[in-house]
């Protein structure tokens, strides 16, 4: 009746009625007007204008505006658990793949392509070097790079402003999302996106000062002295080799490789950093070898950025050889800070022109000609005064931003080991974890070369000081070297990542690119330091490394739980860059993880060019002596993956070639997500570690770099990549958890009798059965060995058809999980089964037959709480055939 009214809907209400209505249409009127605001074309947004592609017209620009999608958005995962194979429905674009990873899921938080609602930011990709924090009490502030190189190689970035537009920068850029924190502390536990816990996102430098200390000014500009160091001589000429293409006056950041976030004060009162820090470095670059011999060339420098204000610092005091990571260790002083230092050694393209110049400048100490410094490095400890001029002034009150927080009174330590130590590269290949020969002791020796606070050439660089004999105990040393990858006159293999001891510790972990991992221990150094005048330096200080993985066979100790299976039907056990590895390869990402279990874990990411995806681990740090179990986690890309060959990518569309993926950087969520946790780095450090593995959520940064199309070139994003959140599972044994159930089952392996069924095929059946139910083989027990006639194998008059009898139980936590290990068992084609148990140590296997469904009854064992006696078992015989072809 009152929509027929002539009268107006107010008219014919109560008074009451008539406010209710007058406040519900006022509401409706700002509820339209708030989600006019939210649903603000893209095309309309800031970020999404600069990220424009030029050779976009004003009617496709807006067309493909409107196809982002907002940050968080996306759910489909480019990491994969196994390859697609023959599965289309792994291999469609713009969807995940095989997404059961058998040690703890992943889900997206962000992806490349995507823009920030509010401003239209889009982050820029490859992701790399990442950190977290609390910005407040409500919101956790997560920053990654990305490693963009620019005009110099691959994709362009868009100019990113630094100086109130003074100049701009393409090349790597720093990006910042904020995430609501309660919605965070449960995204892992439903399955929607990331992008309702979304608050905000920007670029993390909106200031930047060079290495003379000057604000970063246009690269046109007549003042010299304001240029980035970073593409020119110390006379502040320009000479990366990009000026043919990068026309736009633009500087470049050349490949922010990995970071750290150190926040203030993180190992106690006093002790670590006066300010938040994004510590970031140049990787490397290429140069124009014909200018850089007639003028030289400045180097690469660390950049350390300030949080609170946005405003990167270039860093003088680490040398200027290029870096791949630099992280804050425990000093254990509140006058010192110190950092692990790792990377390249001077990776500019321009190794002849500037070993000429070197060699211009005269011999080393023994009257020898100079090698090009890159990769002739030792593992670097820097350590820094706070409160410190370059010349060792205190400054006080007068100090500036990286003067009070120890990043210019300071000196660089090279790790030197006897002279009649095997140099670094080949120590691994001879030395491994068994207890015998696991350690070398030396010293951290300082470089005679500091920072004096004047830009100069990278002739006059430290770079070059590990050629000669190291400083130990005040005097150049007869008794030590520094311990390099080669020795003193030829590169090896790189300096990987490094990560500190999450606990405190003087020390911290480092990895190369020939696969092997070990540990720096400088415990001591507090005393040493506390023992110092004011102000002052050690000349050395003494260290141990300690091996951790050598360049040696992990294949047998890599657990996949079903999973890793790749393209040609073989198994993430090898690595293939062209040749099956049974070693690591690449060891690029590493970070070190503490948990409440009391366990030490580390997450390990290859960077070798796997043609059928690359992989990434954990490995809990086991007891001197003992080498490491690696658990798979997953894998992405490579030339040979399904999902590659079909164009597959995310966003939908994206895709450009076929080529390698990379996982890089990870940063432990899990402290800042307790609602009892505080802000502040100390805080953070002790929350990290109370949360056991199998509860943390730990972000994890993705490179693909077959994702260059689209969107990502669009709107010049460079390479496409993620940031996932990753919940660990299955790490544990279960027995930690107190099993209250077991599996039982029996296996027939043909091929082997009790006789031959030694401790390492038993060691290595366990494996087998681990890797197809995807457990810990250290939850299989074998129960009984019994020697029996394989009687179909009498008809084959190649095989003799002796048998063993493998009886054996699994302990599960519940009945649930008996009846989903029994599938796994199940599950796999025969083609898998023969694999698996060859790949973990069977070589003779010709058979596996399951004489014994698998089954499941209640642990008697006193540990289980409520266990009964009573065992029941089914009567269902399920036998898998091996590959009769391969038995002729």
């Known amino acids: 009746q009152v929509a027929h009214s002539s009268q107006p809907l107010s008219a014919s209400l109560s008074p009451i009625h008539r406010r209710m209505v007058s406040r519900l249409t006022a509401s409706t009127v700002m509820l339209a007007l708030c989600v006019a605001f939210a649903a603000a074309a893209p095309s309309d947004l800031a970020g999404v204008k600069l990220a424009r592609n030029p050779n976009l017209n004003d009617t496709e620009f807006v067309r493909l505006a409107a196809t982002l999608k907002?940050?968080?958005?996306?759910?489909?995962?480019?990491?994969?658990?196994?390859d697609a194979g023959s599965n289309a429905g792994f291999a469609i674009d713009g969807q995940s793949g095989d997404s059961a990873f058998p040690h703890g899921n992943l889900k997206p938080i962000a992806t490349v392509g995507e823009y920030d609602k509010t401003t239209g930011y889009m982050p820029v990709g490859v992701p790399d070097g990442m950190g977290a924090m609390l910005k407040d009490a409500t919101t956790v502030r997560v920053i990654w790079q990305a490693e963009s190189y620019g005009y110099i190689s691959q994709g362009v970035s868009y100019p990113m402003s630094v100086n109130g537009g003074?100049?701009?920068?393409?090349?790597?850029?720093?990006?910042?999302v904020d995430y609501d924190r309660t919605k965070m502390s449960t995204f892992m536990s439903h399955k929607e996106s990331a992008e309702g816990m979304v608050k905000g996102a920007g670029e993390l430098i909106e200031k930047a000062y060079n290495l003379a200390g000057k604000a970063v000014g246009a690269r046109n500009a007549a003042d010299k002295t304001t240029v980035h160091y970073g593409d020119t001589n110390a006379a502040g000429d320009y000479v990366s080799a990009d000026a043919d293409k990068n026309t736009g006056n633009l500087w470049t950041y050349h490949s922010f490789c990995s970071a750290h976030l150190e926040e203030k004060e993180q190992w106690g009162a006093g002790n670590g950093m006066v300010d938040d820090v994004f510590l970031t470095v140049e990787e490397w670059t290429s140069v124009n070898n014909t200018i850089v011999e007639a003028q030289g060339y400045v180097g690469l420098s660390a950049h350390a950025v300030d949080i609170a204000t946005k405003t990167a610092y270039a860093v003088g005091a680490f040398g200027m050889g290029g870096y791949e990571k630099i992280v804050e260790v425990n000093c254990g002083t509140t006058t010192h800070v110190c950092y692990a230092v790792s990377g390249y050694n001077g990776a500019f393209g321009a190794n002849d022109p500037l070993l000429a110049r070197k060699q211009a400048t005269g011999k080393r100490a023994d009257n020898t000609d100079w090698a090009y410094a890159q990769n002739i490095v030792p593992s670097r400890v820097y350590i820094g005064v706070k409160g410190y001029t370059h010349d060792g002034t205190a400054c006080g009150t007068s100090c500036t931003w990286l003067q009070r927080n120890g990043f210019e009174h300071g000196r660089v330590y090279g790790f030197a080991a006897p002279v009649a130590t095997t140099d670094r590269d080949a120590w691994h290949k001879r030395n491994f974890r068994n207890g015998t020969a696991d350690t070398v002791d030396g010293a951290f020796a300082a470089t005679a070369w500091k920072w004096d606070g004047v830009v100069k050439d990278f002739t006059s660089d430290q770079a070059w000081?590990?050629?000669?004999?190291?400083?130990?105990?005040?005097?150049?040393?007869?008794?030590?070297?520094f311990w390099t990858a080669a020795g003193r006159d030829k590169g090896g293999s790189k300096t990987e990542h490094c990560s500190p001891d999450p606990r405190g510790g003087n020390r911290y972990v480092h990895g190369s690119t020939a696969g092997y991992i070990g540990m720096y221990d400088f415990t001591g150094i507090?005393?040493?330091?506390?023992?110092?005048?004011?102000?002052?330096?050690?000349?050395?200080?003494?260290?141990?490394?300690?091996?951790?993985e050598g360049e040696s066979i992990i294949s047998d100790r890599i657990l996949l739980r079903g999973k890793g299976l790749r393209a040609d039907g073989n198994l993430q056990t090898h690595m293939m860059d062209g040749l099956d590895k049974a070693t690591f390869e690449d060891v690029d990402g590493l970070e070190w993880i503490a948990a409440a279990d009391g366990g030490d874990y580390l997450v390990i990411q290859e960077d070798g060019g796997n043609r059928f995806g690359e992989r990434t681990f954990i490995a809990q740090i086991p007891p001197s002596g003992v080498k490491p179990v690696y658990k798979f986690i997953a894998m992405a890309g490579g030339a040979l993956n399904t999902r590659m060959l079909a164009k597959n990518a995310i966003p939908a569309g994206s895709f450009s070639r076929v080529t390698a993926s990379e996982f890089s950087g990870v940063v432990d969520l899990s402290g800042i997500l307790l609602a009892t946790t505080a802000l502040g780095g100390q805080a953070k450090r002790a929350a990290d570690a109370s949360v056991a593995i199998e509860d943390k959520y730990i972000a994890v940064g993705l490179q693909q770099h077959s994702i260059a199309g689209g969107v990502i070139d669009n709107f010049r994003v460079d390479r496409g990549g993620q940031v996932f959140i990753w919940q660990p599972a299955n790490i544990l044994p279960v027995a930690v958890v107190h099993a209250?159930?077991?599996?039982?089952?029996?296996?027939?392996?043909?091929?082997?009798?009790?006789?031959?069924?030694?401790?390492a095929e038993q060691t290595a059946f366990k494996k087998g059965v681990a890797a197809l139910a995807r457990i810990n083989h250290a939850d299989v027990r074998i129960t009984k060995m019994t020697n029996h006639v394989h009687r179909r194998r009498q008809l084959l008059a190649s095989h003799s058809g002796n048998a063993v009898d493998v009886a054996f139980t699994i302990k599960v936590v519940d009945a649930a999980a008996s009846t989903m290990i029994t599938t796994f068992l199940a599950e796999p084609t025969p083609a898998t089964m023969m694999a698996v148990f060859k790949a973990s140590g069977l070589a003779n296997v010709v058979e596996v037959e399951q004489v014994k469904a698998p089954t499941y009854f209640a642990d008697p064992s006193p540990a289980a709480s409520g266990a009964g006696n009573v065992k029941s078992f089914l009567s269902v015989l399920v036998v898998i055939i091996g590959v009769i072809a391969s038995l002729a």
């Open 70 to 82: 907002p940050l968080g958005a996306h759910t489909a995962l480019l990491a994969e658990a196994s």
């Open 166 to 176: 003074a100049t701009f920068f393409t090349g790597s850029h720093i990006a910042y």
């Open 465 to 481: 000081e590990f050629q000669e004999p190291p400083n130990v105990d005040g005097a150049a040393s007869a008794t030590h070297k």
């Open 526 to 548: 507090t005393a040493t330091l506390g023992a110092l005048a004011a102000g002052a330096l050690p000349l050395s200080f003494p260290a141990t490394y300690e091996i951790i």
């Open 740 to 759: 209250k159930f077991e599996v039982s089952t029996s296996l027939e392996i043909v091929g082997y009798t009790v006789a031959n069924f030694g401790a």
